[in-house]
């Protein structure tokens, strides 16, 4: 099956700064890629996603880039804000069906 | 309010006791699916269905039984709950491929 690994575990940046995540998988078939961001005692949302035939997307101050090639695929926030503040997961998905989570990523933005 | 509600948030049972998490979703999504949240391992998918009657494994099925008999709801049945299945469980749904899900609150089980 599929294998998502997700770097760094933790991230700590300063208020302004760009934080960048890093996800790899191996099955060359997923096509689907969302990125959720979890509070502390929440529910995990979805923040951004991207499919197989787009190589970068943003939104705001968040966007993901996606190298097929390389099976990587980033997301990258800008201007960090203390309420950036979370636990990070990227997925990939075929067909939107079977969800392959990283193990996620811990970042604290330092006011 | 669009949302996927589970019951109950909280639960503490016995071990070989049978129980059920109930998960309904009122957006008329035919994708739902279960995952359990643990530490250091991520969210781990164990069933998704793609429509009434129709349900799948996920990653880590062993121990776990869902049933679909309705579009809006989606039960998570543990026949014979162990320890190891001590978690975060998480329902969610989503209006069709492609898109990402919609997590409920989460409901968090121990078994004793």
């Known amino acids: 099956g599929e294998n998502v690994e997700q770097h760094p575990s933790t991230l700590s940046v300063q208020e302004g700064d760009s934080a960048v995540i890093k996800c790899t998988y191996s099955?060359?078939?997923?096509?689907?890629f969302p990125w959720y961001k979890q509070e502390l005692g929440k529910r995990p949302q979805l923040i951004i996603d991207?499919?197989?035939?787009?190589g970068e997307k943003k939104d705001q101050r968040i966007a993901v880039t996606l190298n097929k090639t390389a099976k990587h695929f980033s997301l990258h926030i800008t201007e960090t804000q203390p309420e950036d503040s979370a636990v990070y997961f990227c997925?990939?998905?075929?067909?939107?069906?079977?969800?392959?989570f990283g193990t996620g990523t811990s970042l604290t933005v330092i006011p | 309010e669009a949302q996927v509600t589970q019951n109950p948030r909280y639960l503490i049972t016995v071990t070989g006791k049978k129980l059920t998490v109930t998960c309904s979703q009122n957006?008329?999504?035919?994708?739902m699916s279960w995952y359990r949240q643990d530490p250091g391992l991520g969210l781990r998918q164990i069933y998704y269905?793609?429509?009434?009657?129709?349900?799948d494994k996920g990653d880590v099925p062993e121990g776990y039984k869902v049933s679909r008999k309705e579009k809006r709801n989606f039960p998570l049945i543990l026949e014979s709950p162990s320890p190891n299945q001590t978690s975060l469980y998480f329902c969610?749904?989503?209006?069709?491929?492609?898109?990402?899900?919609?997590f409920g609150s989460g409901t968090r089980l121990t078994v004793v």
């Open positions: 969610a749904s989503s209006s069709g491929q492609g898109l990402g899900y919609t």
């Open positions: 099955d060359s078939a997923s096509n689907y």
């Open positions: 991207i499919r197989s035939n787009v």
């Open positions: 997925a990939a998905a075929l067909n939107g069906n079977q969800f392959y």
């Open positions: 957006m008329n999504h035919e994708y």
């Open positions: 269905s793609m429509n009434v009657e129709v349900t």
